[in-house]
């Protein structure tokens, strides 16, 4: 009978490292039995398998068949079959064998599958105490969001609390408007009464109102006025004086300030082909001034001379621009204190002017001197003249600059320079030290009255002039000098602008790049007269709040 073990068996659901184990346990219940059981039969039985295992041996006998040569026979107990004793003995044993083999496989099963039930118990233990630290993470944030909505309810009643609270603030506030108090009916009734000086005001600002009032004017000074119609019949005259201050500005404006620059010694312009004079570009920018307002009387002169010097631009743009300043200061005499805006040509020995003759750029009685004659004779002074104005441009610059230093309500003041002009060394030190504390005019240690804004002004090629005169590239800032001035003044606070020349329907020597519309200049506030309207209003204005 032939007996199969579980290592046998090609199907048996065990590993290798299984098997192993159970043959080592199955050694040692071999082990543990044997020692158990020392009885007789046992024995007898042990030695009895000794005996038939020894006696399978082989022994050398003789000559092989096969290979001719000496052999091992068999023993001779082999030659023989075992006795039904032997028979019954080996399958006992076997099944001795096999019952403890299968039982050590079963044994290792159960602990193997043991282990296992308790891994999993204990990952189940894990998962539990997972659950219940999830479980109380969310008991947590349902009580934190339990404890916000309060605050959230809470935060509602309170707001709702401060809105009935506002309501009831506003509807006091209401019902105490409802009932003026003395101080706001007085309050009242001066309001009322300022609306109405200013829609008076504003009726007055009518243009045909102003036109009654420059009647008035022209009528006082003997002169005939297209907008006023001539009565024989006696008429009261207007109170002028005795409107308000910013209204007489306002008159005092419309008659004396330009909206261009006024170009006291103008550039032609190109297109010009002798059609115009600078003496009657001059006459037509001083066309819609009515400057002889300012000879009505001394209290009116007092009041427009500011607004005639303080709020027009003068400018002086062509050569020989500093005589006609001078000549222009000499004739103001004490009024130079009112101007702010000055504009004036670059000295033409502080550059090397390409394009130009000679003779055009000379201050002597073939050059430019007869030209500045009819102009000249508007500020009543005469060039060459000993109280009169310097024929030669650095003596004209040098007593121009020093009336200039002398200004305190000079604000503004730019220098401007052609666009063919090369400039020297001298002259950009000269332009960059221009009405500062380091100007060569000032004494040692002196200061000029008045702290103007100073910019340079650049006029650019206009598109009839050539680009190359005389081999120069008058386009390159770096050959004639502009990028050295352009750093000197940064270093000393100067503004740079640029700008056009002017064409014939300008009326205009150059227009500077975003520069349009009036000059704006604070009005002065003069003292009103005792018992005008405005006055008497200001007056109750005032003891109202001061009391």
Known sequence: ????????????????????????????????????????????????????????????????????????????????????????????????????????????????????????????????????????????????????????????????????????????????????????????????????????????????????????????LGRKSSTTAITTAPQKAFPFMKLPSELRNNVYKHCLVSRLPIDLWPLLPHNNEGRRTRAEMLKGALKGLNVTLMRTSKQVHYETVFIMYGCNRFRFSDLGCWTVLEGFLLNLNRNCHYLTNIEIGCPDWFYTLFGKDVKDTDLNVTGIIPLMKPVLDRFKVTAGHAIGPSTNSVEAYTRALGMMLKLPNLNRFKVIVPFNAQLFMHGIYGLERMLTGTDEQLLPGAQPCSTPTRTLVFLERPFYAHQFIYGMDVDDDELMNRDMMLNRADMRNMEIQYAEYGMYDDWTSYIIDGEDGEYDVEFPEYEEEPGTVAGTLIEKLARYFWH
């Open 1 to 220: 009978m032939k007996c199969h073990t579980p290592f046998d068996n090609p199907t048996a659901n065990t590993t290798q490292k299984e098997q192993s184990s159970a043959k080592a346990h199955f050694e040692s219940v071999n082990t543990m039995e044997g020692s158990q059981k020392p009885d007789a039969a046992n024995v007898a039985q042990k030695s009895t398998v000794t005996q038939s295992l020894e006696s399978n041996k082989r022994q050398k006998t003789g000559t092989s068949f096969f290979y001719g040569g000496p052999d091992t026979a068999l023993h001779p107990s082999l030659l023989h079959p075992p006795t039904q004793l032997e028979q019954e003995n080996n399958i006992l044993i076997t099944e001795s064998i096999g019952k403890k083999y299968q039982l050590a496989v079963k044994d290792y099963g159960l602990s193997v599958r043991n282990g296992r039930i308790r891994a999993k118990d204990r990952r189940i233990t894990e998962l539990e105490e997972d659950i219940e630290a999830k479980e109380a993470h969310l008991l947590n944030i349902e009580q934190e969001k339990e404890a916000l909505m309060a605050f959230v309810e809470e935060q509602e009643a309170i707001a709702g609390a401060q809105a009935t609270r506002i309501n009831e603030l506003i509807t006091e506030v209401t019902e105490s408007m409802d009932k003026p108090t003395p101080k706001d009916v007085k309050i009242r009734a001066l309001q009322k009464e300022l609306e109405a000086q200013r829609a008076m005001m504003k009726v007055l600002e009518d243009r045909h109102i102003l036109d009654k009032i420059l009647g008035r004017v022209n009528s006082m």
